[in-house]
């Protein structure tokens, strides 16, 4: 049980936030399968739960007249165990495609490039600032629908026909067109794979 009034009397705040986080940390220890290999990080008030999203899948969608798109199942299926409400997009850095970021994904990115920037230099700023530039934030609708501006669309070259990737821990969206070609050739993949892993022992 975790300590009465009494003992709570007898500790300050701080030793109380301890008691609290060892007191969830054994529940968890002691509840096995219940709760299975998820790692519970407890504060005052919240218990969470951490979780690694990977998005697998390249499904086609069209948009409606309003830039409506649903997004596909398998995708929010993996928002939805991961407790993600919300979704940032963006124009990604490197194609004519737009990027779909969870928004805790979004913000350990951010987190990273600010840990390799300077806020004291004008360059570092201007690269965090071009990063951040036309980021929104979204969330679906009640029918699993995301709202693609049309500068977005535009930026894509997306008129109505479009595809969804799953990239890691992103989604990333592009037209459907034959000659728009976001993967490398097959044996230009080998290649490279060759080249990244081929050092690697296991």
């Not at 649903?70 to 928002?79: D, M």
Request: hydrophobic residues 40%; aromatic residues 10%; positive net charge.
């Amino acid at each position: 049980m975790l300590p009465g009034r009494k003992t709570r009397r007898l500790v300050n705040r701080q030793s109380l936030k301890r008691l609290k986080k060892i007191w969830f940390l054994k529940k968890v220890e002691e509840s096995g399968g219940k709760w299975g290999k998820n790692l519970y990080l407890c504060t005052r008030k919240f218990l969470y739960k951490k979780v690694h999203m990977r998005f697998i899948g390249n499904i086609e969608a069209k948009t409606d007249a309003k830039g409506r798109v649903f997004l596909p199942a398998v995708f929010r299926k993996v928002l939805q165990a991961s407790g993600e409400e919300s979704l940032i997009l963006r124009k990604d850095a490197f194609a004519r495609c737009l990027v779909l970021y969870p928004k805790s994904v979004w913000n350990e990115q951010i987190d990273a490039l600010s840990q390799r920037l300077s806020k004291w230099r004008a360059a570092d700023r201007m690269v965090m600032r071009s990063y951040v530039d036309g980021a929104i934030e979204q969330t679906l609708d009640g029918n699993g629908r995301l709202l693609l501006p049309k500068r977005y669309l535009e930026y894509a070259e997306i008129e109505q026909n479009l595809k969804f990737i799953g990239v890691d821990n992103t989604i990333e969206i592009w037209r459907k067109d034959e000659d728009e070609k976001p993967f490398m050739e097959p044996e230009e993949f080998g290649k490279m794979l060759e080249q990244l892993m081929g050092n690697d022992s296991e």
